[in-house]
């Protein structure tokens, strides 16, 4: 797993490559605890060159959802691909926020296969 970090005034980027396992999963879950523990209340996630996640990585979004949401704060997930989604249906009820994710990017898939370019996934 490849982790690069990027500090905004409004929120915190993390761009994750790779593979995100039972090997990288205890370094992604210290580097996002520390970025809540510095303050940070937005949270997004580029998943765009995610390999794959096992549940532990997500439980680490779920657990940042737990801690942000109730500080008026949020957690966006970009680039959620298809191929995470079925990890995502298997790590428990718990974890509609996940599903929710995955949900809201099919929806933005199927609005750019079905309209292209005039497409605005930010609506859907």
């Not at 396992?21 to 879950?29: A, F, I, N, Q, Y």
């Not at 765009?48 to 979004?61: F, K, M, P, Q, T």
């Not at 933005?108 to 005039?118: E, Q, T």
Request: hydrophobic share 40%; net charge positive; proline share 3%.
């Amino acid at each position: 797993m490849l982790l690069k970090r990027i500090d905004h005034p409004d929120a915190t980027i993390f761009h994750i490559q790779g593979r995100v396992d039972s090997v990288s999963t205890p370094e992604l879950e210290e580097r996002v605890i520390i970025c809540l523990d510095q303050g940070t209340k937005n949270l997004i996630l580029d998943f765009s060159e995610l390999d794959y996640i096992n549940s532990a990585g997500l439980r680490v979004l779920v657990m940042s959802y737990q801690r942000l949401v109730p500080l008026g704060g949020q957690v966006i997930v970009c680039g959620f691909a298809r191929r995470l989604e079925s990890t995502a249906g298997r790590i428990g009820a718990g974890c509609q926020f996940i599903r929710n994710i995955a949900e809201k990017e099919s929806r933005k898939r199927w609005m750019r296969n079905a309209c292209g370019d005039n497409a605005h996934p930010e609506r859907a």
